[in-house]
């Protein structure tokens, strides 16, 4: 094996960041044909391809993800370099990508990134999405865990790993100039509006087998897929909400909403995702494990 060029490996690794050969020859200032050359030179310098093409797109092959682990890794390094000998003696400045999706609760996601909130040395970013949208992110080492509300399984290409970090009941809630007198479930919800999350929803499906088993036909006004959304909804219209308790507990604490019902079966998972990776982020470890310490 040739010694390896970095400039060659700089180029592969603005390649796999914008996954195509245009954008990246963009980006660098150099000809597609230039970035096209020096990216198999470096090929033949590692004895492997490092793309393959997929519906006209480059797809990393498995030399290519393990070699981008390496670049991200060096690069990482040189960038802590330069920044520990401008400021002097500042603490090495360590980075979190964390993909969340974009329906989970942001009081979920602050309490987990909560223990590194004002850390000295810490640089926390959060980018919403997808959840195929993020495991991408995370197969391709741009995110170091996904946090999501259901368990994502393994497969022959992906090792996934999916940490149930924390389970919160569902409840239904309203104002309480909305509630009115007493409530029971199920009878009590015969005709009454709600706002559901949408059928996509883990929560939704587990509420629609409970409401089948009940006999119970509620009237669906909206159905929100966002639970930010969702609380907006609970605060401002007229219908009961089902929503994870999390979700509204600033509002329940503050009198602006009440508990109408509590469900014992329907319960929402929040998950943090993770894959195999040679150099994993220290960080996720210590927030998962810290999540974990919450719930004994």
């Given at each position: 094996?040739?010694?390896?060029?970095?400039?060659?490996?700089?180029?592969?690794?603005?390649i796999?960041?914008?996954?195509?050969?245009?954008?990246a020859?963009?980006?660098?200032?150099?000809?597609?044909?230039?970035?096209?050359?020096?990216?198999?030179?470096?090929?033949?310098?590692?004895?492997?391809?490092?793309?393959?093409?997929?519906?006209?797109?480059?797809?990393?092959t498995?030399?290519g993800?393990?070699?981008?682990?390496?670049?991200?890794?060096?690069?990482?390094?040189?960038?802590?370099?330069q920044?520990?000998?401008?400021?002097?003696?500042?603490?090495?400045?360590?980075?979190?990508?964390?993909?969340?999706?974009?329906t989970?609760?942001?009081?979920?996601?602050?309490?987990?990134?909560?223990?590194?909130i004002?850390?000295?040395?810490?640089?926390?970013?959060i980018?919403?999405?997808?959840l195929?949208?993020?495991?991408?992110?995370?197969?391709?080492?741009?995110?170091?865990v996904?946090?999501?509300?259901?368990?994502v399984?393994?497969?022959?290409?992906?090792?996934?790993?999916?940490?149930l970090?924390?389970?919160?009941?569902?409840?239904?809630?309203?104002?309480?100039?909305?509630?009115?007198a007493?409530?029971?479930?199920?009878?009590?919800l015969?005709?009454?509006?709600v706002?559901?999350?949408?059928?996509?929803?883990?929560?939704?499906?587990?509420?629609?087998?409970?409401l089948a088993?009940?006999?119970?036909?509620?009237?669906?006004?909206?159905?929100?897929d966002?639970?930010a959304?969702?609380?907006?909804?609970a605060r401002?219209?007229?219908?009961?909400?089902?929503?994870?308790?999390?979700?509204?507990?600033?509002?329940l604490?503050?009198?602006?909403?009440?508990?109408?019902?509590?469900?014992?079966?329907?319960?929402?998972?929040?998950?943090?995702?993770t894959?195999?990776?040679?150099?994993p982020?220290?960080?996720?470890r210590?927030?998962?494990?810290?999540?974990l310490?919450?719930?004994?």
């Amino acid at each position: 094996m040739d010694q390896l060029n970095y400039h060659h490996l700089r180029y592969f690794y603005a390649i796999a960041r914008e996954g195509n050969l245009t954008r990246a020859a963009e980006k660098l200032r150099v000809s597609q044909s230039a970035l096209s050359s020096q990216l198999r030179k470096l090929e033949e310098s590692l004895g492997e391809a490092l793309f393959e093409r997929e519906n006209k797109r480059l797809v990393l092959t498995e030399a290519g993800k393990i070699a981008l682990d390496y670049a991200e890794t060096i690069f990482k390094a040189g960038r802590e370099l330069q920044a520990t000998l401008e400021q002097g003696t500042r603490r090495k400045l360590q980075v979190l990508r964390i993909g969340a999706v974009a329906t989970l609760s942001r009081n979920f996601q602050l309490a987990f990134v909560e223990p590194l909130i004002d850390q000295p040395g810490v640089e926390i970013v959060i980018r919403s999405g997808t959840l195929g949208e993020l495991l991408k992110g995370l197969q391709h080492h741009t995110l170091d865990v996904v946090l999501a509300n259901q368990e994502v399984p393994r497969d022959a290409e992906h090792a996934w790993h999916s940490h149930l970090l924390d389970e919160q009941g569902v409840s239904l809630v309203a104002r309480p100039d909305v509630a009115g007198a007493a409530f029971e479930f199920p009878a009590g919800l015969n005709g009454v509006p709600v706002v559901l999350p949408t059928l996509e929803s883990q929560i939704r499906q587990s509420f629609e087998l409970l409401l089948a088993r009940e006999g119970v036909h509620p009237q669906v006004v909206a159905e929100v897929d966002d639970m930010a959304m969702l609380r907006l909804m609970a605060r401002e219209s007229r219908a009961h909400c089902l929503v994870p308790r999390v979700v509204v507990q600033d509002e329940l604490e503050a009198g602006l909403l009440v508990e109408r019902h509590r469900f014992s079966e329907v319960r929402e998972g929040f998950y943090a995702i993770t894959t195999e990776r040679r150099f994993p982020n220290e960080l996720v470890r210590i927030l998962i494990q810290s999540m974990l310490d919450e719930r004994r």
